[in-house]
């Protein structure tokens, strides 16, 4: 259609949208269109302003590569993959659930690891955690036979593939519930880690005055036929980023039951106190079990990553 003013090109977009043949590409289409339009409206954006946003995008795709994704790292500091991900779980939203983001971190083929073994595969300071976990159905039955992967980051703050002082795999291990649907293993408690902020991340998070810390928490990926791949995050309560973590991932039912022990521990003569034990129930809805691309392929080498921290204004 030949356009006589700004309403029309939103009208000549959509019109244009009939072609596509899949309608649920259509739908997303056109509700992506009538929104973004009408943010440019709301916002009345510039022509400067509008040049910006596109450099931006552009730097999004300039700093991703093997070892580093940009565009989720952005999602996660607009709160996109949070709300995602509760859009898509807990009855859709309605219900509390163990969902949460995957982060960029997860890999494949975790090592296996017998119940009750560490994941502690080179020397890594911080204090002993022990980490009894158990998967149930939302009947409350448990899942014997999960497979679950769980990986964290070390004390200082870094996971195994970002820190070449770490031995390949520390930090991560795969485990198979038992009869009773329970994992049990040996950590190290992890602590919270700065995101990247040498791309349009930073650029942003400074123009906010905002941090770039996530708090500290611990991953895990449930796997299991007729299930829904349970991707989960227990956090550490008292971490002073708790509240504002840069991700938006914490939710109240992901606040992790860490319990600080100051005697010592009868079973592990090793463990000098304070060590931490945690106890986590969590429940995996029917659907199909798919396991995500794993968002990073590369490993770090060299010198350790200096990753500076915004603090907050
Ligand atoms: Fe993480």
């Not at 700004?6 to 056109?30: C, G, H, W, Y």
Request: charged share 25%; hydrophobic share 35%; glycine share 8%.
């Amino acid at each position: 259609m030949i356009i006589a003013n700004e309403k029309d090109v939103t009208k000549a977009v959509l019109s244009e949208l009939q072609r596509a043949p899949n309608p649920r590409f259509r739908e997303i289409m056109a509700a992506f269109i009538r929104h973004l339009h009408d943010f440019a409206r709301e916002a009345k954006l510039t022509e400067e302003e509008f040049q910006a946003a596109i450099g931006y995008i552009v730097g999004l795709g300039k700093h991703t590569n093997e070892n580093h994704n940009e565009a989720v790292l952005m999602s996660g500091t607009l709160g996109f993959s949070a709300l995602i991900c509760l859009l898509n779980n807990g009855d859709r939203g309605q219900t509390e659930t163990d969902a949460n983001q995957l982060g960029p971190f997860w890999r494949l083929n975790s090592p296996l690891t017998a119940n009750g073994g560490s994941i502690v595969r080179s020397p890594t300071p911080g204090p002993a955690l022990f980490v009894d976990a158990i998967f149930r159905d939302a009947g409350g039955q448990p899942i014997a036979g999960t497979e679950v992967d769980v990986w964290q980051s070390s004390p200082e703050g870094f996971y195994e593939n970002q820190d070449p002082v770490q031995a390949d795999m520390n930090l991560r291990g795969k485990f198979i519930t038992d009869a009773n649907g329970r994992i049990s293993f040996r950590s190290v408690k992890p602590a919270g880690y700065p995101i990247p902020i040498d791309g349009p991340v930073g650029e942003l998070l400074r123009a906010l005055r905002r941090h770039n810390m996530r708090p500290a928490h611990l991953h895990f990926l449930a796997y299991k036929e007729g299930f829904k791949t349970l991707i989960s995050q227990l956090y550490v309560p008292d971490d002073p980023y708790i509240e504002t973590d840069v991700q938006f991932g914490v939710t109240r039912h992901l606040l992790g039951k860490f319990v600080r022990h100051d005697e010592t521990r009868p079973q592990t003569a090793d463990v000098k106190p304070p060590w931490y034990s945690l106890e986590h129930s969590f429940v995996m809805e029917r659907g199909t079990a798919r396991l995500p691309k794993p968002p990073i392929s590369g490993r770090a080498r060299g010198e350790r990553p200096q990753i500076p921290h915004l603090e907050a204004v």
